[in-house]
């Protein structure tokens, strides 16, 4: 009797093993179950969730390596822009082999293409796998698990779902079959769930794992990719397991072994995992381009070819200079025009110490820089002209809280000058003279609408700024000077790619287009005049001579700064098509050893410019209407201005004896970090001259005092006399050279 009991379960269980048994118990409770799954959603459908739509999942989604494309669609720069996930760019479905969307819907959900977000089937499956003392399978579908993903109130609690959560997993995956493609759904799916580790996505899995683009992955690749979607974290030894027993599935008749799968992984596992290496051409522009909007794969406005020969240039002049503690420099070249960012080099690159700095946007002291936009205020409201004389002798200027008394580089004077002559030969009295006479506030407004930011209020700096002691970028003062060449009009820089063709305004959408991208600050004469003195070599040869490094065999105008006690140095200018900026000095603030504008920047500058300009033309600017020129002078105006000035000097009509003007008594002199050694001179001069007089230095007769001197510099104490023919003292000053 026991036996035959014993005899009828193992009957009994032999004949529900039987595969045709099971199979019509699954096809009878197919429809059963899922009118189960209706009504048990019913009662969980009273919270109602939105989906975003296919599209927007897409424009929302940011891969955490952002790849950036030069102007001709070349490999920029990559920018890692999170570092919580590893993502790549979106990649489509359809762009993937068959057998690799064949894997991983025989792993993940086999009957993807019939179901409607529910397999029940597999519901059933995994229940008689329970049953039958195995395992409890996965029963979540490929669109139950997107939807997982798209709603944070489905993710799993102490990494289960609760009951609630599985009825509104399932409610939402039926829902989103309504609304989106089997082919949305899918590449969705790919691109948002994680394979292992940091890797999110099939394209970062398929990079990071076997260094390819995901539609070039072979079989084997498939399949381990596919197991690693329900098991990241699995040994090799099991994911090798599951990938074999799915391509022996695959497979079928044909399938020989897995020693070539298992090779594959122990290459990819024991490996060490890393992307195929990112261009980096531009890693300070990149960052800058993703917070103005650029998006992955998009055109900048760079330019690759120009962006290497930038780097060559600044590491072969900046190498040089490391004895003088220069130790970095940065340069900016922006298109006239259209305001394009053609080169973005924020340091020297893997030469720099602070290759993680930004130094284009780092604020420092403008030193001299800031002079032509005094000078441009003045002409704009039609108190200077390039004729008009300034004097550059000693001076108090009453200013809040004291008396400031500016003093040139070379503490020596010219006397009666030129406003072309002082802003070309970067004269410092005449440019703080020249600010005195301007209202403060409505100079600091001028500059903030050039774009300059966070300037602090009038009285902080007063006349001072005039040599350039607030703090600005080179970003801000490269585009400034760009106004210079485009009529006295200011337009934001750009780095999304354009032609750089200008496009004519009458072909413009409309006049609020034309006002928000570009903003007159000066009139175009003003702008004319001030670039032909920054373009005039003669203006600037009482300073820099001749021949320097600002000299060109094109049109080009040009400006030179050096910050107080040497900490930076300068060198702005723009030819016909191109504005260059260039800073050097080093990013810890740390005074230079003498190397000023005209020797640190300057040269860097030039090398940009020859460049530039090797196959393009550059051309003086065609004076506008109502700009005339005057011969005698040699000197630009503009018309029915001929002859004002501010300030003309004294001509001494007295009997009196004459004196020395320049150098005043008890002066003490040093050396001009931004003039050539060969260039610094003290000028000695007189309020009037007279026949038989003679200069004496220490007792050593100079030569006949009948014309201004320029003594060369040399360190020491000094007595300079002025003697008449019979060698009786006139008068006499002291002075020190340091």
């Known amino acids: 009797m026991g036996g035959s009991s014993f005899q009828g379960k193992r009957v009994w269980k032999s004949f529900f093993d039987r595969d045709y048994f099971r199979d019509v118990i699954l096809l009878f409770w197919k429809e059963r179950f899922k009118f189960l799954f209706f009504l048990l959603c019913c009662n969980y459908s009273i919270s109602i969730f939105a989906f975003p739509s296919f599209e927007e999942v897409r424009s929302s989604y940011l891969p955490s390596d952002i790849l950036l494309l030069d102007r001709t669609g070349e490999k920029l720069q990559s920018v890692r822009t999170s570092h919580n996930y590893r993502s790549l760019s979106w990649i489509p479905s359809g762009s993937l082999a068959k057998h690799t969307i064949d894997a991983i819907l025989l792993s993940e959900d086999k009957n993807f293409r019939e179901h409607n977000g529910v397999d029940s089937l597999a519901f059933i499956g995994s229940a008689w796998e329970k049953l039958r003392g195995g395992t409890l399978r996965g029963g979540s579908t490929i669109t139950m698990q997107l939807v997982s993903l798209l709603d944070e109130d489905l993710k799993p609690e102490k990494g289960r779902r609760s009951f609630s959560q599985k009825m509104k997993q399932i409610q939402r995956a039926m829902d989103l079959e309504e609304v989106w493609s089997k082919d949305e759904i899918l590449t969705a799916y790919l691109n948002l769930i994680y394979f292992k580790g ?19 992955l072979s079989p084997n690749e498939s399949y381990i990719l596919s197991v690693l979607i329900r098991a990241p974290e699995a040994s090799l030894e099991k994911i090798i397991e599951r990938a074999c027993f799915l391509k022996k599935k695959t497979e079928g008749k044909i399938f020989q072994d897995c020693d070539s799968l298992e090779l594959t992984a122990k290459e990819s596992f024991f490996g060490r995992m890393e992307f195929p290496a990112n261009p980096s051409f531009a890693p300070q522009f990149g960052s800058y381009a993703i917070q103005k909007g650029i998006s992955n794969g998009e055109k900048t406005s760079l330019s690759k070819s120009l962006q290497e020969k930038i780097v060559k240039i600044l590491v072969s002049h900046i190498s040089p200079l490391r004895s003088q503690n220069v130790t970095d420099g940065a340069v900016l070249v922006l298109h006239n025009r259209t305001g394009q960012v053609l ?30 936009f005094v000078y441009a205020q003045s002409f704009q409201e039609k108190k200077l ?15 809040f809280r004291g008396i400031y008394r500016p003093l040139n580089y070379d503490k020596s004077y010219q006397g009666k000058v030129t406003v072309k002559q002082s802003l070309g030969s970067s004269l410092n009295i005449p440019a703080v003279r020249t600010l005195s006479y301007l209202d403060m506030g409505k100079f600091i407004n001028t500059l903030s609408r050039l774009g300059f930011k966070d300037l602090a209020y009038p009285e902080f700096y007063g006349p001072s700024l005039a040599l350039g002691t607030a703090d600005v970028s080179l970003w801000e003062l490269t585009n400034a000077y760009r106004i210079f060449a485009n009529s006295g009009i200011y337009s934001e820089p750009k780095v999304r790619f354009e032609e750089l063709s200008e496009t004519p305004k009458e072909k413009r959408t409309s006049s ?37 490094h600002l000299s060109t065999s094109f049109f080009t105008a040009v400006k030179t700064g050096t910050s107080q006690d040497m900490r930076d140095n300068w060198c702005i200018g723009y030819s016909g098509e191109y504005t260059v900026g260039v800073w050097v000095g080093n990013a810890k603030g ?44 040699q000197t630009y105006y503009e018309k029915g201005l001929e002859d004002e000035s501010i300030e003309t000097i004294q001509v001494f009509k007295t009997k009196t004896p004459p004196k020395i003007i320049s150098p005043a008594d008890q002066t003490v002199f040093a050396d001009d970090p931004d003039i050539p050694k060969g260039r610094q001179k003290i000028l000695f001069k007189l309020n009037r001259y007279e026949k038989n007089s003679n200069w004496s230095l220490n007792k050593k007769n100079l030569g006949p005092a009948a014309e201004p001197f320029f003594w060369n510099l040399e360190k020491g104490n000094f007595h300079l006399e002025l003697l008449d023919q019979s060698g009786k003292v006139l008068d006499q000053v002291s002075f020190e050279v340091r």
């Open 343 to 372: 080169g973005y080099l924020g340091n020297q690159g893997s030469a720099s110490e602070v290759s993680y700095l930004d130094l284009i946007q780092t604020k420092r002291q403008a030193g001299s820089t800031l002079k032509p």
């Open 590 to 633: 740390l005074p230079m050893k003498d190397v000023s504008g005209i020797t640190g920047a300057a040269p860097i500058w030039r090398d940009v410019m020859e460049f530039l300009h090797s196959e393009t033309p550059s051309t003086y600017p065609k004076p506008p209407k109502n700009i005339s020129y005057n011969t005698d002078k």
């Open 385 to 399: 002209t390039p004729g008009s004389i300034l004097n550059d002798a000693p001076t108090d200027i009453p200013v």
């Open 512 to 548: 609020k287009e034309i006002l928000s991208e570009e903003n007159p600050i000066f009139r175009p004469e003003v702008a004319f005049l001030i670039t032909s003195i920054l373009s005039d070599r003669e203006a600037r040869a009482l300073t820099f001579g001749w021949e320097n």
């Open 198 to 216: 940091e890797l999110k996505g099939i394209h970062s899995a398929s990079a990071g794992l076997f260094q390819k683009d995901p539609g070039y």
